[in-house]
């Protein structure tokens, strides 16, 4: 089997993810909880958030100060951060040995390629939702391949052959739609 943290992270994010032009803009962070410390938390650069946590403070006070910050002094590296792209200070936190990575917005996900080429991420292949996506498979099983799933139904997809399962007749399926009752995509045939 083989699957991803960044797999696992989109199937958790599903709800921010699938995204229609009709939904309204997805929530972001908490200004109020940035981090449990300065070296443990999110700043905010130029151009989006990064993520900071290196392996302990030791190792977080010696690359900071060869980038000239002092992690100890309050807003030195918040101000560092804010100076520079995410691409840049994550680059420039990395080469100081101290871990980093961009904070990616939902909406950047869908640009990931190597998202996009094991399926974690798929384009909505329903009519009318172009340039929506979904999720896909978070884990693929060497013995027991999985076959793609089929996208959610519509709204009122299956509802006739639901109600007619259920003992309806075409009648009163028909009653109970032209009441508002039920919705279905099809009319009874």
Known sequence: MTTSLAAMSAVLQAGEIVRSRDRSPVRVGSRDHRGASTLDRYYRAKDGWIRVLPPD???????LRRLGVHALEEGTLETWV???????AVTELLGAGIAAVAARPAGELVQDEGLIATEVLRPDPRPGREGSWTTGTYAHFS?????????APALGEHTVEVLTEAGYTR???????????VASAQTPG
């Open 171 to 181: 009648a009163e399926i028909e009653e109970l739609r032209g009441d508002g009752v």
């Open 82 to 88: 804010a100076a520079r792209s995410r691409a840049d």
């Open 57 to 63: 403070a030791a190792t977080a006070d010696e690359g």
């Open 143 to 151: 013995r027991t391949p999985v076959a793609a799933t089929r996208p």
